[in-house]
């Protein structure tokens, strides 16, 4: 436990090959009291719940067909959409992102940074959500060198 740093149990395997994932992250549900778990293997993301049990449950589903993560990707979930939001790698030098509902259904992926990244395009993208408003934060680096920070709005 925490307040004595020891471990509890062994690792929790999401995805049947617990040694598969590349890149990935977590983010608690308030609503269902579950945690979410993505990650990058593959060539897709996958996404999966733990239960307030400690267990998996169901089956690891296919978020956001089509992309991939290569240095990163990020999770946040914001209580007045009732959703989360995954940041991204896509098809530009752009990072993208999209909502996943509770029942963990991706919707359409959209670019979410406009930074002008050219020769390294953007890296390591983080997000969080607003607390009080329809809308996550984006931050990322640009070419290497320069901090964006992208604010995301649901319509």
Known sequence: DAASGSLVGGPI????????AKITDI????VNGKVLVMWFA????????IGTSGSAEG???TAFPGYASYDGMD????KVTGTFFSIFHGSTAEDWGGELSQDLISGTAFEVTRSGASRGG?????????PNKPEWL??????YCSLIIQKVRRK
């Not at 999770?75 to 914001?78: D, F, L, Q, V």
């Open 42 to 49: 593959g060539n897709k993301f996958q996404v999966r719940y």
């Open 75 to 78: 999770i946040a979930y914001n």
């Open 59 to 61: 089956t690891a589903l």
């Open 13 to 20: 395997d999401v995805s049947g090959l617990l040694n598969s």
């Open 27 to 30: 983010e608690f549900n308030p």
């Open 122 to 130: 953007t890296l390591v993208p983080k997000i969080i959500a607003n």
């Open 138 to 143: 984006v931050v990322a680096t640009k070419d």
